[in-house]
């Protein structure tokens, strides 16, 4: 649905506003930089062109009412006394960022009347949710007229997830739903918060983003996450042997980098991953910064081995579609992207190859899994804005 046709809905469910803005906010797919947010490292995330679009106007009281096109459903909640729901729970991501938002300098003084709908795939982990954050948060501010930035707004969307939702979630997701740039990906350094657009010269290249859904639920992720991130503060605590000061393996130097081969294995092995991804990740800016897709492909691959082998966090069918699409001689890259234990791929391809990835690799995969994958194929796009 075009913002034109939602707002032919919105006027159809709230005939008596006479006013409305429109906003869009994009979901996002992380191109390398996996286990690297919680240590303090890189990230290159990028926008894609799936969104979702919120139509909203104030109303003169304190009540939020939201339809949502995509469930058929309707909710209402008081700016006063915002409790979650369980009925409704794709509308607790809207109640988080109204509940979270007042500020000392900037409160909501009224509430309002939207309506939501989305092309951001469920359960992709494509980040539909950050998205629905951050587009509400960026509704707020233009209704209102308020002068929040797009890091005050990033924050702001991670807290309601974090406190309200109850997902731990790092800021990546609210960072780049809210700062991408069309045919840009984004440089995030996890620790300051600064970050650069990096050009993501596909579309010249005649290249695209595919990302493929193994059809895995991740069930694993949640205990295996939170043991990783033990595991990798061992091996920051065995590290201090030789560099009492380490306060992350972010920080990890080149002479210390040695040592870690001298770490109990599991621990070398975790901390591997997390120096040397760090290390890709600034090596792929520099390569898509000069246009070197070849190049940014083969850190792709060695990202994907790095978490299949040293952090062990991919699985059989991640591996398999991986494997199929390299197969593929003209495939620049390819890996798993999220947390692991299943979920999704993502992969560099020359657009021409889409065909094949989309009948040789699907067929393949169902073939020998039994599981039918989704893909979806993505450009680069601009984060969340007024349209």
């Known amino acids: 649905m075009d913002a034109a046709s939602l707002q032919k809905v919105f006027g159809e469910t709230f005939p008596e506003q006479d006013q409305c803005i429109t906003v869009s906010a994009p979901g996002r797919v992380n191109l390398i930089g996996e286990h690297t947010d919680y240590n303090d490292g890189f990230v290159l995330p990028m926008a894609i062109d799936a969104k979702i679009l919120l139509v909203g106007a104030l109303r003169r009281d304190t009540q939020v009412r939201v339809y949502s096109v995509d469930f058929d459903e309707s909710d209402s909640f008081d700016l006063q006394c915002i409790a979650s729901s369980a009925d409704r729970p794709w509308s607790n991501y ?3 960022v109204c509940k979270l938002y007042p500020t000392e300098t900037q409160s909501i003084p009224g509430g309002m009347d939207l309506v939501m709908q989305g092309n951001v795939p469920q359960g992709a982990g494509l980040s539909s949710s950050a998205a629905l954050e951050i587009g509400t948060a960026v509704l707020i501010r233009e209704l209102n007229g308020f002068s929040a930035d797009g890091v005050t707004l990033a924050k702001l969307a991670q807290r309601a997830e974090n406190e309200f939702v109850g ?3 790092g800021i990546m997701d609210q960072f780049i739903s809210i700062l991408g740039e069309k045919d840009h990906a984004l440089f995030v350094d996890c620790r300051s918060l600064d970050y650069e657009r990096v050009p993501a010269p596909f579309k010249a290249a005649d ?4 990302v493929i859904d193994t059809g895995v639920k991740r069930g694993l992720v949640d205990s295996k996450y939170n043991e990783r991130r033990q595991q990798c503060q061992e091996a920051v605590e065995a590290l ?9 393996l972010r920080d990890v130097t080149p002479d210390l980098k040695a040592r870690i081969e001298q770490l109990p294995a599991v621990s070398a092995k975790r901390a591997r991953h997390v120096v040397s991804e760090n290390e890709r990740v600034l090596k792929s800016v520099r390569a898509l910064k000069q246009g070197e897709l070849q190049r ?4 792709m691959n060695a990202s994907h081995d790095s978490l299949r082998d040293d952090y062990e966090v991919s699985c059989r069918e991640l591996d398999l579609l991986v494997d199929l699409v390299r197969d593929n001689p003209e495939t620049y890259g390819s890996r798993m992207t999220g947390a692991g234990f299943g979920g999704c791929t993502v992969s560099l391809v020359p657009t021409k190859e889409i065909p094949d990835i989309r009948s040789r690799v699907l067929s393949q995969y ?9 893909m979806f194929v993505f450009q680069a796009a601009a984060g969340a804005r007024r349209v």
């Open 94 to 96: 809207i109640r988080g």
């Open 167 to 169: 997902v731990q979630c």
């Open 207 to 210: 290249a695209s983003i595919v």
């Open 240 to 248: 201090r042997t030789w560099q009492p000061e380490l306060t992350s």
């Open 296 to 299: 940014f492909g083969q850190y």
């Open 366 to 374: 169902e073939k020998e899994t039994g599981l039918a994958p989704r």
